[in-house]
């Protein structure tokens, strides 16, 4: 069974540098075309995606974040770690993580989609 | 970055109502689109991807339509279990995901 689970802080103090974990479960980073990806909800709004990992080592962010991020894995291949520096009060959010993976479909090339998800964690911004 | 937006932003209805969800995207994406259904307090769920394919294990009443820059989520025919809110992603700036901003399906 694939299973995803995100754990860190629920308290973070604003200019402090956030640390979150997703362990996983049933599946292994280690595997061509597999990829974890971070995404944020908070309160009452959208989500928003984050970063992704594959299972090369290559990373990608969020644009508009870019800065702050780093995304990394353990040499098991079975834990992802997201930092996100300077956090603020706007951070506030829950912090998912998902398997992401590639699929055949009638489309051509690639089609990666988040089909696991973690529970999330909550992640509360203040001073 | 594509820019997703839905319509509505919310609707109410009844258990047994046929409900009709649209997500446009700012530039075309071919059928780079996937829905997910989210519950109060609960992780999104993987309901469609490539537009139309649904994924294992959701029910029939569920279907997917469109291609290039329009979209569409429909329920057949609604049921308690589906009262959530829902929302497209688009894969075609893969890996630049981007969501809608989600349709709350609220009880009449």
């Known amino acids: 069974q694939v299973t995803l689970r995100e754990s860190g802080p629920a308290l973070v103090k604003p200019t402090q540098t956030l640390t979150l974990t997703c362990t996983l479960s049933g599946f292994s980073l280690n595997t061509s075309k597999m990829c974890v990806s971070w995404i944020r909800q908070p309160p009452g709004k959208a989500l928003e995606w984050l970063a992704r990992?594959?299972?090369?080592?290559?990373?990608y962010y969020n644009t508009s974040l870019k800065t702050r991020l780093t995304i990394s894995k353990d040499t098991s291949n079975t834990q992802v770690v997201l930092t996100m520096t300077n956090v603020d009060p706007v951070d506030t959010a829950t912090y998912y993580c998902?398997?992401?993976?590639?699929?055949?479909?009638?489309?051509?090339?690639?089609?990666?989609?988040?089909?696991?998800w973690g529970k999330g964690t909550t992640v509360t911004v203040s001073s | 970055d594509i820019q997703m937006t839905q319509s509505p932003s919310s609707l109410s209805v009844s258990v047994g109502d046929r409900v009709t969800i649209s997500c446009r995207a700012s530039q075309n994406i071919d059928g780079f689109l996937t829905w997910f259904q989210q519950k109060p307090g609960k992780a999104p769920k993987l309901l469609i991807y490539a537009a139309s394919t649904l994924q294992s294990g959701v029910p029939s009443r569920f279907s997917g339509s469109g291609s290039g820059t329009d979209f569409t989520l429909t329920i057949s025919s609604l049921q308690p279990e589906d009262f959530a809110t829902y929302y497209c992603?688009?894969?075609?700036?893969?890996?630049?995901?981007?969501f809608g901003g989600g349709t709350r399906v609220e009880f009449k």
């Open positions: 992603q688009q894969n075609y700036r893969t890996p630049l995901f981007t």
């Open positions: 990992i594959d299972w090369d080592d290559e990373k």
């Open positions: 998902a398997r992401t993976t590639s699929v055949p479909t009638h489309l051509p090339g690639y089609f990666y989609h988040m089909d696991v």
